[in-house]
Protein backbone atom coordinates (compact mmCIF):
# COMPACT_ATOMS: atom_id res chain seq x y z
CA UNK A 1 0.00 0.00 0.00
CA UNK A 2 3.07 2.30 0.97
CA UNK A 3 4.54 1.87 -2.34
CA UNK A 4 1.13 2.49 -4.50
CA UNK A 5 0.79 5.47 -2.45
CA UNK A 6 3.89 6.34 -3.31
CA UNK A 7 3.45 5.91 -7.20
CA UNK A 8 0.04 7.69 -6.94
CA UNK A 9 1.54 10.97 -5.77
CA UNK A 10 4.40 10.95 -8.43
CA UNK A 11 2.04 10.26 -10.46
CA UNK A 12 -0.23 12.93 -9.90
CA UNK A 13 2.88 15.33 -9.36
CA UNK A 14 4.37 14.77 -12.93
CA UNK A 15 0.66 15.04 -14.32
CA UNK A 16 0.63 18.58 -12.39
CA UNK A 17 3.84 19.79 -14.11
CA UNK A 18 3.15 18.26 -17.33
CA UNK A 19 -0.03 20.39 -17.53
CA UNK A 20 1.69 23.20 -15.94
CA UNK A 21 4.39 23.52 -19.03
CA UNK A 22 1.59 22.84 -21.44
CA UNK A 23 -0.41 25.54 -20.54
CA UNK A 24 2.30 28.14 -20.45
CA UNK A 25 3.10 26.95 -23.85
CA UNK A 26 -0.31 26.83 -25.01
CA UNK A 27 -0.65 30.34 -23.63
CA UNK A 28 2.45 31.38 -25.60
CA UNK A 29 1.27 30.31 -28.76
CA UNK A 30 -2.30 31.69 -28.20
CA UNK A 31 -1.33 35.55 -27.84
CA UNK A 32 -3.69 36.60 -30.75
CA UNK A 33 -2.67 39.93 -30.15
CA UNK A 34 0.08 43.03 -29.42
CA UNK A 35 0.56 46.56 -28.79
CA UNK A 36 2.93 48.30 -30.43
CA UNK A 37 4.27 51.79 -28.91
CA UNK A 38 5.71 54.77 -30.81
CA UNK A 39 6.19 58.49 -31.63
CA UNK A 40 3.62 60.42 -32.10
CA UNK A 41 0.89 60.78 -35.11
CA UNK A 42 2.71 62.11 -38.47
CA UNK A 43 6.53 61.47 -37.21
CA UNK A 44 8.93 58.92 -39.06
CA UNK A 45 8.31 56.35 -36.37
CA UNK A 46 4.94 56.32 -36.51
CA UNK A 47 4.32 56.10 -40.24
CA UNK A 48 6.72 53.43 -40.19
CA UNK A 49 6.00 51.62 -37.37
CA UNK A 50 2.06 51.62 -38.97
CA UNK A 51 3.22 49.82 -41.98
CA UNK A 52 5.68 47.16 -40.02
CA UNK A 53 2.07 46.90 -37.79
CA UNK A 54 -0.10 46.10 -40.54
CA UNK A 55 2.46 43.87 -42.77
CA UNK A 56 2.63 41.67 -38.90
CA UNK A 57 -0.89 41.40 -38.66
CA UNK A 58 -1.37 40.64 -42.16
CA UNK A 59 0.84 37.58 -41.79
CA UNK A 60 1.89 36.63 -38.61
CA UNK A 61 -1.72 36.11 -37.28
CA UNK A 62 -1.37 38.19 -34.47
CA UNK A 63 -3.04 41.41 -34.58
CA UNK A 64 -0.65 44.54 -33.94
CA UNK A 65 -2.14 47.52 -33.18
CA UNK A 66 0.33 50.75 -33.17
CA UNK A 67 -0.28 52.75 -29.68
CA UNK A 68 1.33 57.01 -30.18
CA UNK A 69 3.21 56.85 -26.86
CA UNK A 70 4.90 60.12 -27.36
CA UNK A 71 8.26 59.13 -27.79
CA UNK A 72 11.07 56.54 -27.02
CA UNK A 73 11.69 57.26 -23.36
CA UNK A 74 7.82 57.46 -23.15
CA UNK A 75 7.70 54.21 -25.77
CA UNK A 76 9.97 52.45 -23.30
CA UNK A 77 8.06 52.81 -20.42
CA UNK A 78 4.96 51.65 -21.92
CA UNK A 79 7.27 48.60 -22.19
CA UNK A 80 8.24 48.31 -18.52
CA UNK A 81 4.99 48.49 -17.04
CA UNK A 82 3.49 46.56 -19.87
CA UNK A 83 1.19 48.77 -21.21
CA UNK A 84 2.38 48.12 -24.75
CA UNK A 85 4.39 44.58 -25.85
CA UNK A 86 6.76 45.85 -28.19
CA UNK A 87 7.96 49.28 -29.58
CA UNK A 88 9.93 51.59 -32.47
CA UNK A 89 12.61 53.58 -30.44
CA UNK A 90 16.11 55.46 -30.94
CA UNK A 91 19.44 53.07 -29.34
CA UNK A 92 20.01 55.93 -26.73
CA UNK A 93 16.47 55.44 -25.04
CA UNK A 94 17.17 51.77 -25.62
CA UNK A 95 20.29 51.31 -24.00
CA UNK A 96 20.20 53.68 -21.27
CA UNK A 97 16.61 51.85 -20.04
CA UNK A 98 18.33 48.59 -20.20
CA UNK A 99 21.32 49.52 -18.20
CA UNK A 100 19.29 51.93 -16.09
CA UNK A 101 20.71 55.00 -16.40
CA UNK A 102 20.54 58.30 -17.74
CA UNK A 103 16.76 59.18 -17.51
CA UNK A 104 16.25 55.68 -15.95
CA UNK A 105 18.66 56.04 -13.28
CA UNK A 106 15.97 56.54 -10.67
CA UNK A 107 13.55 54.27 -12.49
CA UNK A 108 16.15 51.15 -12.60
CA UNK A 109 16.81 48.63 -15.46
CA UNK A 110 13.70 47.94 -17.85
CA UNK A 111 14.11 44.12 -19.08
CA UNK A 112 14.37 45.13 -23.11
CA UNK A 113 15.33 42.77 -25.74
CA UNK A 114 15.49 43.55 -29.31
CA UNK A 115 13.76 41.91 -32.52
CA UNK A 116 15.41 44.46 -35.22
CA UNK A 117 17.64 47.82 -36.25
CA UNK A 118 16.47 50.14 -39.14
CA UNK A 119 16.57 53.39 -39.94
CA UNK A 120 19.02 55.94 -38.41
CA UNK A 121 16.91 58.49 -36.55
CA UNK A 122 18.40 62.13 -36.84
CA UNK A 123 18.45 64.68 -34.33
CA UNK A 124 18.57 67.35 -37.29
CA UNK A 125 18.08 71.38 -36.56
CA UNK A 126 15.62 73.26 -38.92
CA UNK A 127 15.73 76.83 -38.82
CA UNK A 128 13.52 79.60 -40.57
CA UNK A 129 15.45 81.00 -43.27
CA UNK A 130 14.33 84.40 -42.21
CA UNK A 131 15.77 84.03 -38.65
CA UNK A 132 19.62 84.06 -40.50
CA UNK A 133 20.78 81.03 -38.51
CA UNK A 134 23.11 79.06 -41.22
CA UNK A 135 25.12 78.06 -37.95
CA UNK A 136 25.35 77.12 -34.51
CA UNK A 137 26.67 80.31 -34.14
CA UNK A 138 23.38 82.22 -34.74
CA UNK A 139 21.72 81.02 -32.25
CA UNK A 140 22.66 83.82 -30.34
CA UNK A 141 19.27 86.13 -29.18
CA UNK A 142 17.32 83.14 -30.77
CA UNK A 143 14.34 80.95 -29.78
CA UNK A 144 15.18 76.71 -30.38
CA UNK A 145 13.12 73.88 -29.75
CA UNK A 146 14.98 71.39 -28.30
CA UNK A 147 13.54 70.17 -24.87
CA UNK A 148 11.33 67.10 -24.69
CA UNK A 149 10.22 65.40 -21.74
CA UNK A 150 10.23 62.38 -23.66
CA UNK A 151 13.68 62.52 -25.62
CA UNK A 152 15.84 64.16 -23.12
CA UNK A 153 18.91 63.90 -25.64
CA UNK A 154 17.75 66.56 -27.80
CA UNK A 155 18.93 69.64 -25.39
CA UNK A 156 21.90 67.00 -24.36
CA UNK A 157 23.02 67.49 -27.81
CA UNK A 158 22.22 71.10 -28.26
CA UNK A 159 23.92 71.97 -25.05
CA UNK A 160 27.01 70.60 -26.25
CA UNK A 161 27.19 72.34 -29.55
CA UNK A 162 26.83 75.45 -27.99
CA UNK A 163 29.94 74.82 -25.89
CA UNK A 164 31.78 73.63 -28.33
CA UNK A 165 30.93 76.18 -30.89
CA UNK A 166 31.54 78.56 -27.49
CA UNK A 167 27.74 79.75 -27.59
CA UNK A 168 26.77 81.16 -24.23
CA UNK A 169 23.82 78.63 -23.48
CA UNK A 170 22.10 81.99 -21.37
CA UNK A 171 21.95 84.47 -24.55
CA UNK A 172 19.57 80.90 -26.15
CA UNK A 173 16.01 80.54 -25.01
CA UNK A 174 15.67 76.86 -25.16
CA UNK A 175 11.62 75.89 -25.78
CA UNK A 176 9.96 73.17 -24.88
CA UNK A 177 7.49 71.25 -26.82
CA UNK A 178 5.38 67.86 -26.52
CA UNK A 179 5.54 66.37 -29.95
CA UNK A 180 7.26 67.02 -33.32
CA UNK A 181 3.68 68.33 -34.30
CA UNK A 182 4.26 71.24 -31.87
CA UNK A 183 7.67 72.28 -33.11
CA UNK A 184 6.80 72.24 -37.02
CA UNK A 185 3.60 74.16 -36.45
CA UNK A 186 5.72 77.11 -34.27
CA UNK A 187 8.38 77.02 -37.08
CA UNK A 188 5.84 77.83 -39.90
CA UNK A 189 3.93 80.74 -37.42
CA UNK A 190 6.98 82.00 -36.20
CA UNK A 191 7.03 81.34 -32.47
CA UNK A 192 10.42 79.72 -32.99
CA UNK A 193 13.27 80.73 -34.98
CA UNK A 194 14.48 77.01 -34.80
CA UNK A 195 13.87 73.43 -34.13
CA UNK A 196 15.96 70.47 -33.57
CA UNK A 197 13.57 67.66 -35.08
CA UNK A 198 13.97 64.00 -34.27
CA UNK A 199 13.41 62.10 -37.53
CA UNK A 200 14.03 59.72 -40.31
CA UNK A 201 14.59 60.68 -43.77
CA UNK A 202 12.42 61.43 -45.45
CA UNK A 203 10.00 62.84 -42.81
CA UNK A 204 6.82 63.49 -44.17
CA UNK A 205 6.05 66.50 -41.57
CA UNK A 206 9.53 67.95 -42.87
CA UNK A 207 8.41 67.27 -46.50
CA UNK A 208 5.21 69.66 -45.65
CA UNK A 209 7.01 72.02 -43.45
CA UNK A 210 8.96 72.65 -46.29
CA UNK A 211 6.67 73.05 -49.01
CA UNK A 212 4.88 75.95 -46.98
CA UNK A 213 7.81 77.80 -45.10
CA UNK A 214 11.29 78.69 -46.42
CA UNK A 215 13.86 76.45 -43.86
CA UNK A 216 17.16 76.46 -43.54
CA UNK A 217 18.87 72.90 -42.07
CA UNK A 218 21.69 73.17 -40.64
CA UNK A 219 24.95 71.05 -41.58
CA UNK A 220 27.68 69.66 -38.88
CA UNK A 221 31.27 69.44 -39.43
CA UNK A 222 33.02 66.38 -38.66
CA UNK A 223 35.11 67.71 -35.48
CA UNK A 224 31.87 69.22 -34.03
CA UNK A 225 29.74 65.83 -34.58
CA UNK A 226 32.70 64.05 -33.10
CA UNK A 227 32.50 66.05 -29.87
CA UNK A 228 28.69 65.14 -29.54
CA UNK A 229 29.66 61.39 -29.64
CA UNK A 230 32.41 61.48 -27.16
CA UNK A 231 30.11 63.52 -24.52
CA UNK A 232 27.27 61.25 -25.18
CA UNK A 233 28.19 58.19 -26.04
CA UNK A 234 28.24 54.65 -28.61
CA UNK A 235 24.86 54.74 -29.50
CA UNK A 236 25.55 58.24 -31.87
CA UNK A 237 27.19 58.29 -35.17
CA UNK A 238 26.59 60.68 -38.68
CA UNK A 239 23.60 60.82 -40.19
CA UNK A 240 23.15 61.95 -43.57
CA UNK A 241 20.07 63.82 -45.34
CA UNK A 242 20.85 63.55 -49.05
CA UNK A 243 20.79 66.73 -51.03
CA UNK A 244 17.54 67.64 -52.23
CA UNK A 245 15.76 65.38 -49.93
CA UNK A 246 13.62 68.45 -49.20
CA UNK A 247 12.80 71.55 -50.94
CA UNK A 248 15.56 74.29 -51.18
CA UNK A 249 18.13 72.28 -49.32
CA UNK A 250 20.60 71.28 -52.52
CA UNK A 251 23.15 70.21 -49.99
CA UNK A 252 24.14 67.59 -48.13
CA UNK A 253 23.68 67.35 -44.31
CA UNK A 254 25.25 65.73 -41.46
CA UNK A 255 23.91 65.89 -38.17
CA UNK A 256 23.75 63.59 -34.75
CA UNK A 257 21.80 60.16 -35.54
CA UNK A 258 21.51 57.25 -33.14
CA UNK A 259 19.92 53.86 -35.11
CA UNK A 260 16.43 52.73 -34.82
CA UNK A 261 15.49 49.45 -33.20
CA UNK A 262 12.57 47.28 -32.70
CA UNK A 263 12.69 46.41 -28.85
CA UNK A 264 10.36 44.05 -26.52
CA UNK A 265 9.39 43.10 -22.96
CA UNK A 266 12.02 40.44 -22.65
CA UNK A 267 9.84 37.97 -20.85
CA UNK A 268 7.36 37.74 -24.00
CA UNK A 269 6.85 34.10 -25.24
CA UNK A 270 9.90 33.02 -27.82
CA UNK A 271 7.22 31.22 -30.25
CA UNK A 272 5.66 34.72 -30.50
CA UNK A 273 8.43 36.94 -30.86
CA UNK A 274 9.47 34.00 -33.51
CA UNK A 275 6.65 34.54 -35.34
CA UNK A 276 6.86 38.35 -35.15
CA UNK A 277 10.68 38.06 -36.51
CA UNK A 278 9.92 35.41 -39.33
CA UNK A 279 7.42 37.63 -40.12
CA UNK A 280 9.11 41.20 -40.40
CA UNK A 281 12.09 39.66 -42.42
CA UNK A 282 10.35 37.50 -45.06
CA UNK A 283 7.78 40.34 -46.12
CA UNK A 284 10.43 42.63 -46.36
CA UNK A 285 9.79 44.09 -49.77
CA UNK A 286 6.62 44.55 -48.49
CA UNK A 287 7.58 47.14 -45.89
CA UNK A 288 10.17 48.08 -48.42
CA UNK A 289 7.21 49.12 -50.63
CA UNK A 290 4.86 51.08 -47.68
CA UNK A 291 7.84 53.75 -46.46
CA UNK A 292 11.43 54.88 -47.91
CA UNK A 293 12.23 53.91 -44.48
CA UNK A 294 11.59 50.71 -45.21
CA UNK A 295 14.85 49.03 -46.78
CA UNK A 296 16.61 49.98 -43.30
CA UNK A 297 15.15 47.15 -41.62
CA UNK A 298 16.83 44.62 -43.31
CA UNK A 299 18.67 41.36 -41.77
CA UNK A 300 22.29 42.75 -42.66
CA UNK A 301 21.76 46.17 -40.60
CA UNK A 302 19.69 43.97 -37.66
CA UNK A 303 23.13 41.99 -37.08
CA UNK A 304 25.80 45.16 -37.36
CA UNK A 305 26.38 46.61 -34.15
CA UNK A 306 23.32 45.65 -32.06
CA UNK A 307 22.96 48.24 -28.91
CA UNK A 308 21.39 45.28 -26.91
CA UNK A 309 20.72 41.48 -26.57
CA UNK A 310 18.60 39.95 -29.01
CA UNK A 311 15.39 38.29 -27.73
CA UNK A 312 15.62 34.11 -27.83
CA UNK A 313 12.59 34.36 -30.40
CA UNK A 314 14.78 36.69 -32.43
CA UNK A 315 17.74 34.76 -32.12
CA UNK A 316 15.79 31.24 -33.13
CA UNK A 317 15.13 32.68 -35.94
CA UNK A 318 18.74 34.10 -37.06
CA UNK A 319 19.35 30.51 -36.61
CA UNK A 320 16.82 29.00 -38.95
CA UNK A 321 18.09 31.34 -42.14
CA UNK A 322 21.97 30.59 -41.31
CA UNK A 323 22.47 34.40 -40.13
CA UNK A 324 23.61 34.22 -36.45
CA UNK A 325 27.06 33.28 -37.16
CA UNK A 326 27.80 35.71 -39.34
CA UNK A 327 26.67 38.56 -37.16
Given at each position: ???????????????????????????????????????????????????????????????????????SDATVRGIGAK?????????????????????????????????????????????????????????????????????????????????????????????????????????????????????????????????????????????????????????????????????????????????????????????????????????????????????????????????????????????????????
Open positions: MKTLKRGSYLFLFLTVIFLFFSSVAVKGETIKALSFGTSSVGSAFYTMSVVIANVLTKYSGISVTVEPVGGKVDMGMLNASSAVDAYFGRGAFAKTGKIPLAIIAQGQDSLRQIVARSDAGISSIKDLTGKKIIARRKALPEMEKILLVLLEAYGVDKKRVTILETAETNEAIEALKVGTADAAMIPAGVPASFLLDLAQSTKVTFLSLPEDKLKIVYERLGEAFHTGIIPPNTYRGQNYEVKTPAMASVIAVHANLPEEVIYRITKTLFEHHDEIKAGHAGGKDWNLKKTLEHPPLPFHPGAIRYFKEVGAWGKK
